[in-house]
């Protein structure tokens, strides 16, 4: 059965950044099964993600365009025309940001106001969807936390991410362009960063368990998270892209399901890890750990009819399954 929303795509352009990466290949895989018109944009920087591996199954159905954002005239042939934008290009490891802030200030501010200018001059009616995060919110004040929780980011990267969200809500209110952010919250699937641990601890798990060693869990294991498999949010983007009253909103994604790091390693074991061991946070880690956080997304399900469907253990199965069969493209 079709999705609300998703006749639109036939035979739309569709321009995806970060298209190379995680959620956005599954993102492009999407809309070519639509029969939308993809080109994907990756600056291809190293460390954040993008893996051509990834589309090796629609790479002849795509054009793809190693571009980085910031460059403004190799983008603006390829933002003119588009019908719909997919905002996912930018580096997420909060650690990163930290190490090195200018450089996550380039690639996670410049870059999209660069794209967004040009969106400005050359294609002003392209429907933008950007790719935003929980991170913004900072330590929870309140639980569920809703979209009108305070924002105060506990790092670089949070900050910078928050920015690029202003950037595309200030162009819907001076511009009347039509942007859109997803606040995500712990994105989990098949072609996440695995290689290093520099981007979240679900990706740790996840290599620990195909490794079958021992997971590290930090803190007492308490910490409570929502977690979205990425086809759930893969269906959020073209959900909100596809309906005209997105124009200017923001919408958090979450979860049904509320669970403890500890129980989320626990799935893991069964997986194939061979173990869970407590360790104290490492004080890098410590300083910008934002403790307890899960989301309402009530305000996506009553406007847009959104909701996640799969779980975290299907969605774990279905992950490890993927990279015992491919694990050779992720190392």
Same mark, same amino acid.
């Given at each position: 059965m079709e999705a609300r929303g998703e006749s639109a795509y036939r035979g739309a352009r569709a321009l995806v950044t970060g298209g190379l990466g995680f959620i956005g290949s599954h993102l492009a895989?999407?809309?070519v099964e639509l029969d939308a018109d993809v080109t994907?944009?990756?600056?291809?920087?190293?460390?954040?993600?993008?893996?051509?591996?990834?589309?090796?199954?629609?790479?002849?159905?795509?054009t793809v365009c190693e571009v980085d954002l910031r460059d403004r005239e190799a983008i603006t042939p390829l933002v003119r025309d588009q019908a719909y934008i997919f905002n996912l290009a930018g580096q997420v490891s909060h650690i990163d940001s930290m190490a090195r802030p200018l450089d996550d200030l380039a690639i996670n501010c410049r870059s999209h106001l660069t794209l967004l200018e040009v969106c400005r001059n050359e294609n002003p009616g392209a429907r933008i969807v950007y790719a935003?995060?929980?991170?913004?919110?900072?330590?929870?004040?309140?639980?569920?936390?809703?979209?009108?929780?305070?924002?105060?980011?506990?790092?670089?990267? !949070?900050?910078?991410k928050m920015a690029a969200e202003w950037y595309h809500r200030l162009y819907h209110d +001076?511009?009347? =362009?039509?942007?859109? $952010?997803?606040?995500?919250?712990?994105?989990?699937?098949?072609?996440?960063?695995?290689r290093h641990a520099r981007q979240g601890f679900l990706s740790v798990f996840i290599r620990k368990a195909l490794d079958g060693e021992i997971i590290q869990v930090f803190g007492d294991?308490?910490?409570l998270r929502d977690y979205n498999y990425v086809s759930d949010v893969v269906?959020?983007?073209?959900?909100?892209?596809?309906?005209?009253?997105?124009? !200017?909103?923001?919408?958090?994604?979450?979860?049904?399901?509320?669970?403890?790091?500890?129980? +989320?390693?626990? =799935?893991?074991?069964? $997986?194939g890890a061979g173990g869970v061991e407590i360790v104290p946070f490492p004080d890098d880690r410590k300083?910008?750990?934002?403790?307890?956080?899960?989301?309402?997304?009530?305000?996506?399900?009553?406007?847009?009819?959104?909701?996640?469907?799969?779980?975290?253990?299907?969605?774990?199965?279905?992950?490890?399954?993927y990279y015992r069969e491919h694990l050779e493209h992720y190392l």
């Open positions: 895989r999407r809309l994907i944009v990756d600056a291809m920087i190293p460390g954040c993600g993008a893996n051509r591996w990834n589309i090796h199954d629609i790479l002849s159905k795509v935003g995060t929980r991170q913004q919110y900072g330590r929870a004040l309140r639980l569920p936390v809703d979209e009108g929780h305070p924002m105060n980011p506990t790092d670089v990267n !949070g900050i910078n +001076v511009y009347g =362009m039509h942007t859109c $952010s997803l606040r995500l919250t712990n994105t989990f699937g098949p072609g996440q960063l695995i294991g308490s910490q269906t959020a983007f073209l959900l909100a892209a596809a309906d005209a009253r997105t124009a !200017g909103r923001v919408y958090n994604l979450a979860s049904h399901e509320v669970l403890s790091v500890m129980q +989320v390693a626990e =799935m893991l074991v069964k $997986s300083r910008i750990d934002i403790g307890s956080y899960y989301g309402s997304f009530e305000k996506i399900r009553a406007e847009l009819g959104w909701e996640p469907r799969v779980t975290v253990e299907d969605g774990l199965e279905r992950t490890i399954r």
